[in-house]
Every structure is written in C-alpha cells, then in structure tokens.
C-alpha cells in the first residue's frame, strides 16, 4: 500500500486549501483514511478521520467546524478541506491509512504518506 498526499501550500488566515490523498497497492475501500498533521517542535497530532464507506467522521476539537473529511472509493482518493485556516493550523500534514475502525490514534494506520506542508501567515 502506498499513499501519496498532496495540495498543501500557503494560505493567510482566514483562508482555505484542500490536500488530497491518493492510495494505491490494495483495497481502498478496506482501509479507513486518517490525517494528522506535525508542526515544528511537536508531536504528530490528530486531524481527522473517515470511516470505509465514509459515513463516519471524525475531527479533532481544533478543527471541527473547520474542516471536512471526505473520501471516494472510485477513484482511491480522500480529502480534506480545510478552511477558515488559522496560524496555528501550519504543520505538515500526513494521510494514513489502517484496516481497523476509524481511529484517531496513529499507532493505528499502518501505511503512511510523505506529508505535504500547509504554512499559514498573512
């Protein structure tokens, strides 16, 4: 399994940008999506996830009402659209997959992509 994020860039707060994640190498819809994000100096930390099918959702306080989870088992991909983008939301952001029940715990996603780095200042 190999997953390949990407659509990170910069944004002023207040602003908005869409990563996307594409997944290759097994059964997509087997696998639930989870993207975490890692700033300078911290720890990985969760974002938000999505369920197989993606019925289920689920956000990290930080960015409930923020951001959007969204996933298409046509074509392999998820996403996240992520507005409203405030400083603090800045970090390189990951995408995982796992085989388990959507999970905010990254011990949990086996197959990870690369990052792509979201910078928001104005």
């Known amino acids: 399994v190999q997953l390949q994020a990407s659509g990170g860039g910069s944004a002023q707060p207040g602003g908005s940008l869409r990563l996307s994640c594409t997944f290759s190498?097994?059964?997509?819809?087997?696998?639930?999506i989870g993207w975490f994000r890692q700033a300078p100096g911290k720890e990985r930390e969760f974002v938000s996830a999505i369920s197989w099918g993606g019925t289920n959702k689920y956000y990290a306080d930080a960015v409930e009402d923020r951001f959007t989870v969204f996933r298409d088992n046509d074509r392999n991909t998820a996403g996240l659209q992520m507005n409203n983008l405030k400083p603090e939301d800045a970090a390189v952001y990951f995408c995982g997959a796992g085989d388990g029940p959507y999970s905010d715990n990254e011990n949990k996603h086996h197959y990870w992509g690369q990052g792509t780095q979201v910078t928001v200042s104005s």
């Open positions: 190498g097994g059964t997509y819809s087997h696998h639930t």
